[in-house]
């Protein structure tokens, strides 16, 4: 407990000193009001931020992607439990997409090119009316990914999503299409919905397709063109040579996995009785040193009682020995030479 507590205050002071004088209020505080505005700006409301912000040329880019119906958790400075609006206001996800200096494609600092399986991205919710300078301060300060460490007004989301790679005739080229297709959250603080989730089935959903260019040599990958579309204007595969489509479709539902893998499968069973079988071993750890010790000081004093056992047969033999010779050397002997007589024969 005492380490807890001294590993807690460590990392209150390292954020603290991390963030000393940086500006986070536009993350932690209310968003000003119109009348604000009107009493105070003249009016002049801030610049909206686009649907997509280029942050570095055919490296990165944040898409605004519009979370159509969504309820929209409502988080204050201070009070608890968190609030939803009833009706929901429109509201956006943020979707980070970064090319890495590996040449992988990331969302949100979770490698989405090549995809690992299984994924959990979060994603940020914001208002649909995001402010480009908040835009800005949030690529800055790297609120998309773990760089982050303080706790936000915006409410975050795991994604379940449609992960698809398409194929273009053109060497070196293919589509990453990424449909999200539902968020999820706990029951707890959305009683509305019992389920825990909230599938983006509205027709107007739109999706993020991305241009990805793949360079031999050197190796390197780019963004040629970052688009957010309906979800029927997608770019369609073409069919290969061997009749089947040139592409590669995930459907990623973090409900139907946990730490052990896809439940119902072969794999999560065998990975689950494994790592339950090592964490118990290595519970147990801590009394092997105990055992190690205790085992050959076990041995070694059985071995020494019975050697010590060996050892008295012997001895309690000889004594008896020696009783029984006593009582022999007490009794007179049958026969008693006396020196000088000698029995001779009789002559006849």
């Known amino acids: 407990m005492r380490c807890m507590l001294i590993a807690l205050l460590v990392a209150v002071a390292s954020a603290y000193r991390d963030w000393k004088g940086v500006d986070t209020e536009w993350a932690t505080h209310p968003d000003r009001t119109a009348e604000w505005y009107e009493e105070y700006a003249g009016g002049r409301r801030p610049e909206l931020a686009p649907a997509i912000t280029t942050v570095v040329a055919n490296k990165s880019s944040v898409v605004k992607l519009e979370c159509v119906g969504c309820p929209f958790r409502v988080r204050e400075l201070h009070p608890e439990p968190e609030e939803w609006q009833e009706p929901p206001q429109d509201n956006s996800l943020l979707l980070n997409f970064t090319i890495d200096a590996s040449s992988g494609l990331l969302l949100n600092g979770r490698s989405v090119a090549p995809l690992a399986l299984p994924l ?47 194929g273009t005739r053109e060497p070196g080229k293919s589509w990453i299409q990424f449909d999200v297709t539902g968020i999820l959250y706990t029951p707890q603080i959305y009683a509305k919905s019992g389920n825990g989730y909230y599938l983006l089935k509205n ?52 409900l139907e996995w946990d730490r052990y893998g896809k439940i119902g499968t072969w794999s999560r069973a065998f990975y689950m009785l494994w790592s339950k079988t090592r964490d118990a071993f290595w519970a147990n750890f801590t009394f092997l040193p105990i055992l190690v010790i205790l085992v050959p000081v076990i041995v070694l004093f059985r071995w020494m009682a019975r050697k010590q056992q060996e050892v008295a047969v012997p001895v309690e033999d000889d004594a008896e020995a020696a009783l029984l010779g006593s009582e022999h050397e007490d009794a007179p002997p049958e026969h008693d030479d006396v020196p000088g007589c000698h029995m001779e024969d009789e002559k006849v």
């Open 120 to 166: 959990h991205i979060h994603a940020f919710q914001v208002p649909a009316n995001f402010s480009k300078d908040h835009m800005e301060k949030a690529v800055n300060l790297r609120l998309m990914d773990d760089s982050w460490n303080l706790g936000t007004k915006f409410g975050t989301f795991e994604l379940q999503y449609e992960h698809t790679v398409v």
């Open 203 to 254: 027709e107007d959903q739109k999706i993020v397709q991305i241009l990805l260019r793949e360079t031999a040599e050197p190796h390197q990958i780019s963004m040629e063109d970052v688009q957010i579309i309906d979800r029927k204007d997608r770019a369609k595969p073409y069919r290969m040579e061997c009749g089947r489509l040139a592409m590669a479709r995930t459907v990623f539902n973090p």
